[in-house]
T-cell receptor
Framework: GQNIDQPTEMTATEGAIVQINCTYQ??????LFWYQQHAGEAPTFLSY????GLEEKGRFSSFLSRSKGYSYLLLKELQMKDSASYLC??????????FGQGTELSVKP | DADVTQTPRNRITKTGKRIMLECSQT?????MYWYRQDPGLGLRLIYY???????NKGEISDGYSVSRQAQAKFSLSLESAIPNQTALYFC???????????FGPGTRLTVL
């Protein structure tokens, strides 16, 4: 079966660092995506990993371990505007994206 | 102008009515998708199309149909709407490589 797990909610403080984990079991693997979604808005693309290791893009980094079926999204220097839902998605062998339920991040002053 | 547009943005309808949601894109992408999002359930794939002559069912296609009228247009129909189809619906597009999906603004559908 297809399964993607991520925490439902997280809270962090402005200026801090937060790590959002994602574990997956899917039929085939052709890459892992992270999206950000503010309430009532469309998901927007953050990062893409297909090989093991860390991809850094400004304040956001994403890590992948294919052997462990594990990824994390790291957000540094948190800002209030980072309060949003973060969606982990795996592209399966057919090319479809399988989404996790999302992690609702609240950034407090 | 937005690259991916959806119409209508909001719709309230009654049980049993036929509803069509439309999606247009100016990104020139071959691939288009329809998802629904429900609280606590994340994004679930309804149908997808990798080119104009290709239609595929996603994980929750029952009660829905689609039409790919052109490369730029992908419509979702609810033949006879029911209350549990109340949800936020997103259209998305992607190119073959790197196949990153870009989402439209969403349609909030309420079935009474």
């Amino acid at each position: 079966g297809q399964n993607i797990d991520q925490p439902t909610e997280m809270t962090a403080t402005e200026g801090a660092i937060v790590q959002i984990n994602c574990t997956y079991q899917t039929s085939g693997f052709n890459g892992l995506f992270w999206y950000q979604q503010h309430a009532g808005e469309a998901p927007t693309f953050l990062s893409y990993n297909v090989l093991d290791g860390l991809e850094e893009k400004g304040r956001f980094s994403s890590f992948l371990s294919r052997s462990k079926g594990y990824s994390y999204l790291l957000l540094k220097e948190l800002q209030m505007k980072d309060s949003a839902s973060y969606l982990c998605a795996v592209r399966d062998a057919r090319g479809k994206l399988i989404f996790g339920q999302g992690t609702e991040l609240s950034v407090k002053p | 102008d937005a690259d991916v547009t959806q119409t209508p943005r909001n719709r309230i309808t009654k049980t049993g009515k036929r509803i069509m949601l439309e999606c247009s894109q100016t990104k020139g992408h071959d691939r288009m998708y329809w998802y629904r999002q429900d609280p606590g359930l994340g994004l679930r794939l309804i149908y997808y199309s990798f080119d104009v002559k290709d239609i595929n069912k996603g994980e929750i296609s029952d009660g829905y149909s689609v039409s790919r009228q052109a490369q730029a247009k992908f419509s979702l129909s609810l033949e006879s709407a029911i209350p549990n189809q109340t949800a936020l619906y997103f259209c998305a597009t992607s190119d073959r490589s790197p196949d990153t999906q870009y989402f439209g603004p969403g349609t909030r559908l309420t079935v009474l």
